[in-house]
């Protein structure tokens, strides 16, 4: 069964009582760490919550309801979970018919009845993205969903920029990964199923879609007549009132030159790549499994740049997996300081278990200890932070065009096309707009600037047409 899709939501519980007055007992509360598909997932709960008569708590003691969703990429997202376990528990002490349910990738195929003997205060354990199945253990539904429900339908206004799942699980077996045993087989979402979500989501404000998936550039290959995502981007690119589109997190594997073509031609999909390279290495890339050749990897960033002249990419690595000698770590310093990339998520190696890599860490001899991997995360953050600095550079004295996302710490915060993080002064409100900044000062994370005029969307794009405005929050089947 799809996770996804449409709805009969009430604007306002139907028995005209407004949210407040709605007792504990259909109360919830939904916390949740990790990863955008984890936030996207969790929006989705909470819509289909909300479609059956609950409404959300600020408090976890406010609820009798209580979600969890997990992330178990990192040892320290589980310890961040397990000190909320503690926390809810307290409060089931007080509340016996409080219900706690523990989702998400801490919950994996055959370590169910481990945490049924280490976390008695669970109540419910649900695998990661099974949304309908976290509904059905809601205690106090008053209505029934006739078909699951969009996140679109709790937001009257949504947020300017939105993420879109398309695919759910991963085939590949990277060594440090746990992902594929947590979230399973890749599953991609029909086409006309997320271009309906999308249109949806346009006609009610949103501005920007990002299309996720744990391999979003691998979207497709599963479903009839093999669709690939450059036919994704061009379906979504046509929805009126869109103005920017992206797609995270691609696999050096799946970057065909359609998709690179695509984004090339497309103008509202943004010039804006996250390309995971985690090693510099090909002996240590061999280990980690990932399919390519750090020549293969120059290769497709030297044709994406050709392609795209103006592209912003990024991409995450790995420091100290085992195997990972002073040698091959060099290389991969030799790698950053050769593409210079916009953006680097650098991360120490946390050991998962079931993991391959985590065998290869009770191995002496391939261990990294843990005082050198910081060290070489720190060294690596160093010389990073440097070739940010010097990219940023370029921006200084430039006119951008920068999508206003909100207001942060008085100020207006919005993102080029290329994901740089910009900030401006200005007494308007320009959430949701497009305007041009002139910047001022610039850093390694981010840009300042002055506003120096709005932005006219193209005459297409002024808005959203008739037909969609009035388009109910929640009606219809998406499928
Ligand atoms: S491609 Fe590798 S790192 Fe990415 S989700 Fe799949 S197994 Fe994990």
Redesign the pocket.
Known sequence: MTDVITLHLPEEPRNGQSRDATPRERRYYVWTVGCQMNVSDSERLEAALQGVGYAPAERPEDASFIVLNSCSVRASAEERILGKLSEVQRIKRKHPDTKIVLWGCMVGPGNQSIFQDRLPMVDHFVSPSAVDEVLALAPNPIYQLDEPALPVARWDHPPVSVHVPIQYG?N???S??V??LRRGRERSRPLEEIVEECRRIVARGAKEITLLG??VDSWGHDLPGRPDLADLLRAVHEIPGLLRLRFL?S?PAWMTDRLIAAVAELPRCMPDINL?VQAGDDALLKIMRRGYTVQRYRDLIAKIRDAIPDVSLTTDVIVGHPGETRERFEGTKRLLEEIRFDKVHIAAFSARPGTRAAEMERDPALAVPEGEKQLRRIELERLQERIATERNARFLHQTVEVLVEGEHKGKWRGRTPGNKLVFFSDPHDWTGQLVKVRITRTSPWSLQGVLAQPVEAPPELNGVPDELEHVPAVQGAVA
């Open positions: 991963c590949m077996s990277c440090f990964c992902i594929p744990q391999i997190t696999h995971p």
